[in-house]
Nanobody, 115 residues
Framework: QVQLVESGGGLVEPGGSLRLSCAAS????????MGWYRQAPGKQRELVAT???????NFADSVQGRSTISRDNSKNTVTLQMWRLTPEDTAVYYC?????????WGQGIQVTVAS
């Protein structure tokens, strides 16, 4: 069983930035793809950004150009950074890791963008 633990959420002012980290209980090299999704109240969970084991990145249109995703293999962490946040970025953010056959989720972390 894989555990994914997110950290770094909280309250952010509009125009501000955030840094979310996800620590995995085993090496990221065991996953084909890892990334971040989010779910706003009353909405479906949606992709934010993903990173494959070969360093291919994919971003949602809504965050393209104001976000990055990276990993630290020595710490088994994947980090999402976003800036120019708006209230529309308010959501529970989930870390995800996919082996190609197995899909794992973190417990989710709240990000609220408000003044």
């Amino acid at each position: 069983q894989v555990q994914l633990v997110e950290s770094g959420g909280g309250l952010v002012e509009p125009g501000g930035s955030l840094r979310l980290s996800c620590a995995a209980s085993r090496s990221w090299f065991s996953f084909y793809l890892m990334g971040w999704y989010r779910q706003a109240p009353g909405k479906q969970r949606e992709l934010v950004a993903t990173l494959t084991v070969s360093d291919s990145r994919n971003f949602a249109d809504s965050v393209q150009g104001r976000s990055t995703i990276s990993r630290d293999n020595s710490k088994n962490t994947v980090t999402l950074q976003m800036w120019r946040l708006t209230p529309e970025d308010t959501a529970v953010y989930y870390c995800n890791a996919f082996t190609g056959t197995e899909n794992y989720w973190g417990q989710g972390i709240q990000v609220t963008v408000a003044s």
